[in-house]
């Protein structure tokens, strides 16, 4: 059994026990950022990890082999797709985030048919860049200090893909 199998792997709409359970997972050290408030708090600020009407047809999870490893998310803006990322953390930095997002792009083609996908990174996370890279994207733009987490600023890369 490899990880490339794609036999193995599972994409379908975001339940609402796998979106509790990433609200949940915690990242550590600089990673932090990534962590959401409580489920309650993201209810009550009205985001859409937490509404199954909101997540259909815009929230998927990843499983492989059963295991609930991720999620994307696809927002439709003005001339191309949004994509949002999230890997369970103890996952995070193995490689698994190549197979996450060529699903995620297949997903976007097959549902939207758009080939223009941007994402947000924040710069400091290298691996997150270098998986982004990897699928295809490219640094499309650095926004300076537009993230405020843990007591400091920090810049977001936005990365965009073309498919032809």
């Not at 975001?14 to 990433?22: F, G, N, P, S």
Request: hydrophobic letters at 40%; one cysteine or more; aromatic letters at 12%.
């Amino acid at each position: 059994m490899t990880e490339t199998d794609l036999s193995l792997y599972a994409v379908g709409t975001l339940t609402d026990e796998e979106a509790r359970e990433a609200v949940a997972w915690r990242y550590d050290g600089e990673y932090a950022v990534y962590n959401f408030p409580s489920w309650d708090e993201c209810a009550a600020r009205g985001w859409s990890i937490t509404d199954a009407v909101k997540r259909e047809n815009a929230y998927f999870s990843v499983r492989y082999a059963g295991e609930f490893l991720g999620f994307f998310h696809i927002m439709d803006r003005a001339g191309h797709v949004e994509l949002g990322v999230g890997m369970k953390p103890e996952l995070c930095g193995q490689g698994r985030g190549r197979m996450l997002m060529a699903l995620a792009l297949a997903k976007i083609l097959e549902t939207r048919g758009c080939t223009t996908v941007k994402l947000a990174v924040r710069t400091f996370n290298t691996r997150a860049v270098r998986c982004y890279e990897r699928a295809g994207f490219r640094l499309e733009g650095v926004k300076r200090h537009a993230f405020f987490a843990n007591g400091a600023f920090c810049d977001v890369g936005i990365m965009r893909i073309l498919r032809e």
